[in-house]
C-alpha cells in the first residue's frame, strides 16, 4: 500500500472496516451473530485492486474479531481464505 492511503477505520455502527485511498473507498462488513462474527462481503474498486487492500481489511477485521473473543465465520468468499 502506498503512503496515500489512510489508516483503517472500524466503523462498529456500521458494522465494517474501512480504507479510504485516492477518494475511494474498499471495506469489509461483517454481522455480529452472538458470540460470532460474519465477514459477509469484502469490497475494492476497481481502480485500486492488486494492492493488497483486501487482504489488510480482512486481516485487521479477524485481528479485532479475535482479540474481542468472537468466533470468527465468514460467508464472503474471499474472507473465508484467510479463516484458520
Known sequence: MSEQESTIVHQPEEQRFLLVT???????DYRLI???????????PDALRGRGI?????????????GEGYD????????????R
Open 22 to 28: 485516492d477518494g475511494l473507498k474498499s471495506v469489509v
Open 54 to 66: 483486501a487482504e489488510v481489511l480482512v486481516r485487521t477485521g479477524l485481528s479485532w474479531a479475535k
Open 34 to 44: 452472538g458470540n460470532s462474527v460474519d465477514f459477509s462481503h469484502t469490497y475494492v
Open 72 to 83: 470468527v465465520r465468514a460467508s464472503c468468499w474471499y474472507a473465508r481464505k484467510f479463516i
